[in-house]
T-cell receptor
Framework: SQKIEQNSEALNIQEGKTATLTCNYT??????LQWYRQDPGRGPVFLLL?????KEKRKERLKVTFDTTLKQSLFHITASQPADSATYLC?????????????FGGGTRLMVKP | KAGVTQTPRYLIKTRGQQVTLSCSPI?????VSWYQQTPGQGLQFLFE???????NKGNFPGRFSGRQFSNSRSEMNVSTLELGDSALYLC????????????FGPGTRLLVL
């Protein structure tokens, strides 16, 4: 089964700086990778999906890269704001067959200080 | 469009009891997936239902079961509850295509005493 590693330590950055979160996976290369945001006591909220043939994807202040050779995805938040403070999860399909069986990383907690 | 709803939001049970949790997906969505989230294990996939059929299953014991109705609403059941079943149970709905966004509900927080 797929194994995903995210930095389990909290990431503390100053408002206005760029936050960079890492997601490393083992085993087979997935057809796509997703990033979610989760606030305490709430369900995850989808942010971005990047496919294996895409190197980079952007959405407003968010940018995701996908390096299938390194088996790694980087998630960037530029001009970070205190409201960006949350836990960020990456997720991969457990297999590339039909269905929505996602394996999630343990998440990285981001704290943006004013 | 209304989001994914889960009931109840909070539940306290004792060991040995059973529990049923409910999930109503976004209108038009045919896939419902269930996840268990704990501080130690993170988010773990339980099972997915699509058009009333279980399409995928995670590595959980048979005490965990589910079903989906013709209106796509889904229930999951946990029998013979154990202390370790205390967790946030999340359901997610999507149209069913593999690479589609999954929309999560707020979760049901289960405490087993």
């Amino acid at each position: 089964s797929q194994k995903i590693e995210q930095n389990s330590e909290a990431l503390n950055i100053q408002e206005g700086k760029t936050a960079t979160l890492t997601c490393n996976y083992t085993n087979y290369s997935p057809a796509y990778l997703q990033w979610y945001r989760q606030d305490p006591g709430r369900g995850p909220v989808f942010l971005l999906l990047i496919r294996e043939n895409e190197k980079e994807k952007r959405k407003e202040r968010l940018k995701v890269t996908f390096d299938t050779t390194l088996k790694q995805s980087l998630f960037h938040i530029t001009a970070s704001q205190p409201a960006d403070s949350a836990t960020y999860l990456c997720a991969l399909p457990e297999n590339n067959n039909a269905g929505n069986m996602l394996t999630f990383g343990g998440g990285t907690r981001l704290m943006v200080k004013p | 469009k209304a989001g994914v709803t889960q009931t109840p939001r909070y539940l306290i049970k004792t060991r040995g009891q059973q529990v049923t949790l409910s999930c109503s997906p976004i209108s038009g969505h045919r896939s419902v997936s269930w996840y268990q989230q704990t501080p130690g294990q993170g988010l773990q996939f339980l099972f997915e239902y699509f058009s009333e059929t279980q399409r995928n299953k995670g590595n959980f014991p048979g005490r965990f079961s589910g079903r989906q109705f013709s209106n796509s609403r889904s229930e999951m059941n946990v029998s013979t509850l154990e202390l370790g079943d205390s967790a946030l149970y999340l359901c997610a709905s999507s149209s069913g295509r593999q690479d589609e966004t999954q929309y999560f509900g707020p979760g049901t927080r289960l405490l087993v005493l």
